[in-house]
Nanobody, 129 residues
Framework: VQLQASGGGLVPPGGSLRLSCAASGFSLDRYFIGWFRQTPGKEREGVSLINTADGSTYYADSVKGRFTISRDKNTIYLQMNSLKPEDTDRYYC?????????????????????????WGKGTLVTVSS
């Protein structure tokens, strides 16, 4: 099971980026795939999650209406629009067959590193003028 995140970069406030998470060695069917972000010195937190079994999606309150998670075959995307300086972080994608606890689904931002089994290396997003 391998996950490879890409697409990060430097973008001005108000700009857009699309992150990609390519899976290899397994099919993404019937997995929970999440995007997380982490600032040095802080805990990794959930940003968005997709249930590939039924397509349901979940978002942290801080990104609702700005970020969109989607899937195309064995790649998961995170379209990030109206980016803010506070979105600056290293972004990671992760996968797990098990559904998160309902309390986590109700508040994706409370998901952490320990809630997912498989992780890819991160991609850095910097929002700055």
């Amino acid at each position: 099971v391998q996950l490879q995140a890409s697409g990060g970069g430097l973008v001005p406030p108000g700009g857009s980026l699309r992150l990609s998470c390519a899976a290899s060695g397994f099919s993404l069917d019937r997995y929970f795939i999440g995007w997380f972000r982490q600032t040095p010195g802080k805990e990794r937190e959930g940003v968005s999650l997709i249930n590939t079994a039924d397509g349901s999606t979940y978002y942290a309150d801080s990104v609702k209406g700005r970020f969109t998670i989607s899937r195309d075959k064995n790649t998961i995307y995170l379209q990030m629009n109206s980016l803010k300086p506070e979105d600056t972080d290293r972004y990671y994608c992760a996968a797990d067959r098990r559904p998160p606890k309902q309390e986590k689904l109700d508040n994706i931002a409370t998901m952490t590193y320990y809630d997912m089994d498989y992780w890819g290396k991160g991609t850095l997003v910097t929002v700055s003028s």
